[in-house]
């Protein structure tokens, strides 16, 4: 009897993409593997604003910034640090290796912050991987759907406390001396994480929901026509429960509040 043919296979070092991808897998996830294998994504901005595809995606996000009015520009204070900031390059693809999107995203560097001048508190729940398998085996034996959302620039959404000073990104004009006083938890300050929580559990709060004793990532809210169960992690949510009408006005609030995107049943 002959080997299958995944035994027979001599997985050698090569930059192209193992035999074994090409004789074990369907040839649509072949084809996605090697499209993948193929994007490239800059690793400097010099690299970046040479193609026009990468220059629109900093421009969408650095509208989404001022849109948001995550920065002043002002003068630095007498005593106080800079922190640096970095793009980060990454190419969004779809289940079959097509290309969603160019997504560029500016980043603090946060490791530069000083504890007690830059930030204070830092840890911010996110649902536990115990709470979620529980959610997910209750809303099938009851036969519930699950609903999943994505916010979307999560981060954006928290409020700083502290005084937090950026050096300005490259892509825009300013006075070289002055420098960003950051209003928004962008992505890669130590404190954007729990800022964000913050945010979303006030919000959350006011729809009449309730954090759960056991998890503070979940959420619970009991209504006339059943219940509604919210789990966060990060900026992902799944959302379930017997209230459907409940569910739907819980998404259409959110949306009022936050950028978010529906990817429907999960």
């Not at 040479?50 to 003068?75: F, G």
Request: with cysteine; aromatic share 10%.
């Amino acid at each position: 009897m002959d080997p299958p043919p995944c035994q027979s296979i001599h997985i050698r070092k090569s930059t192209k993409l193992p035999d074994f991808a090409y004789s074990c897998y369907s040839s649509s996830f072949t084809s996605f593997l090697a499209s993948i294998h193929c994007l490239f994504e800059p690793s400097s901005y010099k690299e970046a604003i040479l193609d026009s595809l990468w220059q629109q995606a900093m421009d969408k996000e650095l509208s989404t910034l001022h849109k948001t009015d995550t920065w002043d520009l002002v003068p630095l204070p007498p005593g106080k640090s800079v922190v640096g900031c970095r793009w980060v390059y990454k190419i969004k693809t779809n289940s079959d290796g097509s290309i969603e999107r160019y997504k560029a995203r500016l980043v603090a560097k946060g490791y530069s912050q000083q504890y007690g001048m830059d930030y204070e508190e830092t840890f911010a729940p996110v649902a536990k991987m115990t709470t979620i398998s529980t959610l997910i085996v209750v809303a099938s034996i009851c036969q519930w759907h699950i609903s999943q959302l994505d916010v979307k620039n999560a981060f954006l959404n928290g409020d700083l406390q502290e005084e937090v000073y950026m050096a300005p990104p490259l892509g825009i004009s300013h006075d070289s001396r002055y420098v960003c006083k950051l209003k928004k938890a962008l992505y890669g300050l130590k404190q954007a994480p729990r800022a964000w929580f913050e945010k979303f559990s006030i919000v959350i709060s006011s729809l009449g929901f309730v954090s759960s004793s056991h998890d503070s990532a979940l959420f619970i809210k009991c209504t006339d026509a059943g219940r509604i169960i919210l789990s966060l992690y990060v900026d992902d949510m799944i959302i379930t429960g017997d209230d459907i009408d409940g569910i739907s006005v819980l998404k259409t609030k959110l949306a009022r509040r936050f950028e978010m995107k529906d990817l429907g049943y999960l």
